[in-house]
């Protein structure tokens, strides 16, 4: 079974400071990926970036990356330079390699960013 | 490109009705995946198809079915509703791909149970 444990309910960070979103995992598989997600009050939920497990390098995308340690289990999402439109729910997720498309979740982050 | 689309987005039904969901993936994606998202067990999933298979169940009643046609649409039925049953329903889409396969997540459809 897999687990994601993201212990941060709420975040406050103020404009243009960079902010980390804390998430740890536990899985008995050998390969799995790690995705964070964003969710505006809207409602979508937003594709940010991925980690492979066995990826040697850490992800990042534009202004995102994921400070993956994983001998800790643990997979951060740095978010620089916050803009007011980073405020949002965050979701950590993690999905096993293969076939299988299942998401497990972590309960999410609000992160709400201040002028 | 145009993203995943989810129909209606909004839903109210009555207690002992059922419902159905459509989700039209991304262009090109075979793979649809369900997942119930609600404030007190947050997101979990439901189901995913793969070229019209149901290739893995989560841990939900057997009220909640769903189907993929040939041309990667999916639906999801609930039948005999319940006041726990609503939520915010997602649908996501992907390649298939083994590793690095991003799923791109539809609006939602919001179903209310009265």
């Known amino acids: 079974a897999q687990k994601i444990t993201q212990t941060q309910p709420g975040m406050f960070v103020q404009e243009k400071e960079a902010v980390t979103l804390d998430c740890t995992y536990d899985?008995?598989?050998?390969?799995?990926?790690l995705f964070w997600y964003k969710q505006p009050s809207s409602g979508e939920m937003i594709f940010l970036i991925y980690?492979?497990?066995?990826?040697?390098q850490n992800a990042t995308e534009g202004r995102y990356s994921l400070n993956f340690q994983k001998a800790r289990k643990s997979a951060n999402l740095v978010i620089s330079a916050s803009q007011l439109g980073d405020s949002a729910m965050y979701f950590c997720?993690?999905?096993?390699?293969?076939?299988?498309?299942?998401?497990?979740f972590g309960s999410g982050t609000q992160l709400t960013v201040l002028p | 490109k145009a993203g995943v689309t989810q129909t209606p987005r909004y839903l109210i039904k009555t207690r002992g009705q059922q419902v159905t969901l459509s989700c039209s993936p991304i262009?090109?994606?075979?793979?649809v995946s369900w997942y119930q998202q609600t404030p007190g067990q947050g997101l979990q999933f439901l189901f995913e198809?793969?070229?019209?298979?149901?290739?893995n169940k989560g841990n939900f009643p057997g009220r909640f079915s769903g189907r993929q046609f040939s041309n990667s649409r999916s639906e999801m039925n609930v039948s005999t509703l319940e006041l726990g049953d609503s939520a915010l329903y997602l649908c996501?889409?992907?390649?298939?791909?083994?590793?690095?396969?991003?799923?791109?997540f539809g609006p939602g459809t919001r179903l209310t149970v009265t």
């Open positions: 996501a889409s992907s390649l298939a791909l083994i590793r690095g396969d991003e799923q791109y």
């Open positions: 899985t008995s598989d050998p390969s799995y990926g």
């Open positions: 980690q492979g497990s066995y990826d040697q």
């Open positions: 997720a993690m999905r096993p390699s293969g076939s299988a498309r299942q998401l497990t």
């Open positions: 262009s090109g994606h075979r793979s």
């Open positions: 198809y793969f070229s019209e298979t149901q290739r």
